[in-house]
């Protein structure tokens, strides 16, 4: 029988803005099965305070996706700037 390979130890990936950047990251991650985990910077202690200053949370992975995630949350943000910031197409 072969023992499980150890879970690589997750690092701190990026600062996410919002709520939505964080699940359509975390849905496209999840589709093409790279392991990933969302932490929220809000406390309820501080109603959210932390989220204001630091932004909505993080994204942590293994090292050796770091590349991948950052790719695409690059791509998420350059579409999100697609839809908001290119009024010159109509």
């Known amino acids: ?3 499980a390979k150890p879970e690589a130890p ?5 600062v996410l803005e919002n709520l939505i ?3 359509l ?3 496209v991650l ?10 929220s910077y809000h406390d ?3 109603d959210g305070l932390f989220q204001v200053q630091k932004g ?5 992975g293994p090292e050796d996706v770091r590349q991948q995630v950052l790719e695409a949350l690059g791509e998420l943000r350059s579409q999100a ?6 009024e010159s197409n109509g």
């Not at 997750?10 to 990026?14: D, M, N, R």
């Not at 909505?56 to 942590?60: A, L, P, Y």
Request: glycine share 6%.
């Open 1 to 3: 029988m072969m023992a």
């Open 10 to 14: 997750f690092v701190k990936i990026a």
């Open 21 to 23: 950047e964080a699940q």
């Open 25 to 27: 990251l975390s849905s």
């Open 30 to 39: 999840t589709q093409y099965e790279i392991p990933h985990r969302l932490r």
């Open 44 to 46: 309820t202690a501080y």
């Open 56 to 60: 909505w949370g993080e994204i942590s």
């Open 81 to 86: 700037a697609d839809l908001h910031g290119d």
